[in-house]
């Protein structure tokens, strides 16, 4: 939990110097790093999937960049972005794209090989939108921003 | 009346700054909207492609000025974005124009980033910290730090000559991997080093912006980042199995 804390940390610091942020909105980046890696990782203790926890986790960052945003007058994308970062699913992606290459080398037979570099690359593809929808999804309720389909 | 130009050179410089750090449609199109009525043209019609901009703005209803301008390049600066959205919040009525336009037309104060030397440790420090959360130990830790510290230094010099940023991003990739795969040959979390010190190239903003205009109904600029993300995404996987080829894939699972 420490170590999970301390790492969250670390990594929404470094994307954040690496996309520029302003130094003001560093300690706000910092807190929903913690708060999105913390919350993914209770979820996933109580046996819920890791698309849905991810979404939870992006919904709660996409709530409180709202807060920030308002305070600080800085665009939510600032906070939303460099925050977000810890909650990008590589392993899956790597595996996805192991799996690919083996098949497309000799593997040709090898069924369990297939449903599993599917399955990773589906979990990635999935776990990615729910992080963008989770983030957009809270700006929707507020007035200024809503969108009318006709 | 009369300042028309000026007017409409300053909306249009707004937006060109605001695209090309990445900002969203919405927030380009809210820019734009709020400068223009606190110059006192409540009139402005607006067109955002995803690298060009075009203004219409009618002075009192008699004539439309219009204006194209296009994005030269698009790349990552929040910093920037901050100071545009605060130089806005001071535009007033009587405002003098054309410092203003200068002001933002100095793009080398006005996107000052961090430290080179930073921002490569930082890079290292993050890709690192990832390999630690999903599982590495200190010596999978210290091989990230390196492949990625590398990776990093070689992006800022490759982009700074103008190369291709796809290419770049192959080049880089298969730098990282053959680093992080030699140092980690025989050890059994070997993937693990691959993936994390890859991170920094992962395209999210691009992703994030795509499904922000999605949903937010413009649909042409929402499409095109999304295949900008897809393809920066194979640019990065087209990377890591070239060098993997040559490093042996069943080394690496």
């Known amino acids: ?150 | 009346m009369g300042n028309e130009k000026g007017v409409i050179d300053l909306l249009s410089q707004i937006g060109k700054v605001l695209i090309q750090y990445g900002a969203e449609t919405e927030v380009v199109e809210s820019g734009i909207k709020r400068s223009a009525k606190k110059l006192g043209f409540e009139d402005v019609e607006l067109l955002v492609m995803p690298n060009t901009i075009m203004i219409y703005l009618s002075s009192h209803g008699e004539i439309y000025h219009n204006r194209l301008q296009k994005v030269q390049r698009q790349d990552v600066n929040f910093k920037a974005l901050d100071k545009v959205e605060s130089l806005i919040n001071t535009i007033k009525a009587d405002t003098d124009i054309t410092l203003l336009l200068r002001e933002l037309e100095n793009e080398s104060e006005l996107g000052s980033m961090y430290p080179n030397s930073l921002r490569s440790v930082m890079a290292g420090v993050g890709c690192a910290s990832f390999s630690l959360l999903f599982g590495g130990d200190l010596y999978i830790f210290a091989i990230t730090f390196i492949a990625s510290f590398i990776g990093f230094t070689l992006n800022g010099a490759l982009l700074k000559r103008y190369f291709n940023p796809f290419v770049v991003i192959v080049a880089v990739t298969f730098t990282i991997t053959l680093v992080s795969g030699f140092l980690s040959f025989h050890h059994e979390s070997a993937h693990i080093a691959i993936a994390s010190a890859v991170l920094f190239l992962v395209p999210s903003v691009a992703f994030i912006n795509s499904v922000n205009d999605l949903i937010k109904g413009h649909y042409t600029n929402g499409l095109v980042r999304g295949i900008r993300g897809v393809m920066i995404s194979f640019a990065i996987a087209i990377g890591i199995s070239l060098a993997l080829n040559i490093l042996g894939v069943e080394n690496f699972i």
């Open chain 1, 1 to 150: 939990m420490i170590q999970a804390t301390f790492l969250a940390l670390l990594i929404s610091v470094s994307f954040a110097i690496l996309f520029n942020a302003p130094k003001r909105s560093l300690l706000p980046i910092i807190f929903l790093g913690i708060v999105a890696v913390l919350v993914r990782k209770q979820m996933l203790e109580y046996n819920f999937s890791l698309e849905f926890s991810t979404f939870v986790a992006s919904f709660a960052i996409g709530l409180f960049c709202i807060f920030f945003s308002s305070k600080q007058n800085i665009p939510i994308l600032v906070y939303a972005i460099s925050s977000s970062i810890v909650l990008v699913p590589t392993i899956n992606a790597y595996k996805a794209m192991i799996g690919l290459i083996q098949i497309s080398t000799h593997q040709i037979m090898d069924q369990e090989l297939i449903v599993h570099s599917l399955h990773y690359s589906l979990k990635t593809w999935l776990v990615f939108g729910a992080i963008a929808i989770g983030i957009v999804l809270p700006t929707q309720f507020i007035g200024k921003y809503r969108f009318k389909i006709l």
